[in-house]
C-alpha cells in the first residue's frame, strides 16, 4: 500500500495478516537547506506538537493572527504521531456466557462498606448469581472476610 501527494510517495505500508506495517519516518532536512530556513521548519514542527498536533492550515491562521511570536508557518513533513493518533480501532467482542448446568457459572461481588450499616449490623455485602437458574442472593457481613454469624448455613434455591 502507498500514500501519495502529487507524485511524492508519503508513506508506504507491508500488508502483514490483516495488519498494514507502516514503513514510514520523519524526512530528514537536507543539508542543502541554510540554518534560517532549517530553524524555521523545526519551529513549524514545535509548534505543531505543542499545540497537539495541530494542523496546517490552522497554525497559519494562528500565525496570521500574530499568536506563534511572528512566526510563519512552512509545510508540515510526515508526522507519525498524527497517524497513529487517527487509527481506528476494533472493539473486543461482548463476552457471552452459555451455561448448561446449574453451577456452570457462578458470579460472586462483594462490595462496603457502606456507611450506613444493616439492621443486622453489617457494613459489607455479598451478592451471588447463579448462572442457569434463577437464584440471586445477597447477604450481610459484619467484616470484609467475615459472614454475619446468622449466615453459615446459606440455603439457595
Known amino acids: 500500500m502507498e500514500i501519495s501527494k ?4 508519503v508513506i508506504r505500508g507491508i500488508k502483514k495478516g490483516n495488519l ?3 514503513q514510514g519516518s520523519t524526512n530528514l532536512i537536507s543539508e542543502s537547506i541554510s540554518v534560517a ?3 524555521t521548519l523545526d519551529l513549524t514542527r514545535l509548534w505543531h506538537m505543542r499545540l497537539g498536533h495541530m494542523s496546517e492550515r490552522g497554525m497559519m491562521v ?3 493572527q500574530k499568536l506563534l511570536r511572528d512566526h510563519t508557518v512552512k509545510e508540515l513533513k510526515f508526522c507519525e504521531h ?5 487509527h481506528h480501532r476494533i472493539k473486543f467482542p461482548k463476552a457471552q ?3 448448561k448446568s446449574t453451577l456452570d457459572y457462578v458470579h460472586s461481588n462483594c462490595w462496603g462498606p457502606s456507611r450506613v450499616p444493616s439492621l ?3 457494613r459489607y455485602f455479598l451478592y451471588i448469581s447463579v448462572g442457569c437458574s434463577v437464584v440471586r442472593s445477597v447477604t450481610t457481613m459484619t467484616g470484609r472476610y467475615k459472614s454475619h454469624p446468622n449466615n453459615k448455613n446459606i440455603k439457595y434455591y
Do not use: E, F, P
Request: with cysteine.
Open 97 to 99: 456466557h452459555t451455561t
Open 6 to 9: 502529487g507524485s511524492t510517495i
Open 82 to 86: 498524527c497517524v497513529l493518533g487517527k
Open 20 to 22: 498494514y506495517m507502516l
Open 62 to 64: 494562528l500565525s496570521k
Open 120 to 122: 443486622g449490623g453489617g
Open 37 to 39: 530556513d532549517k530553524h
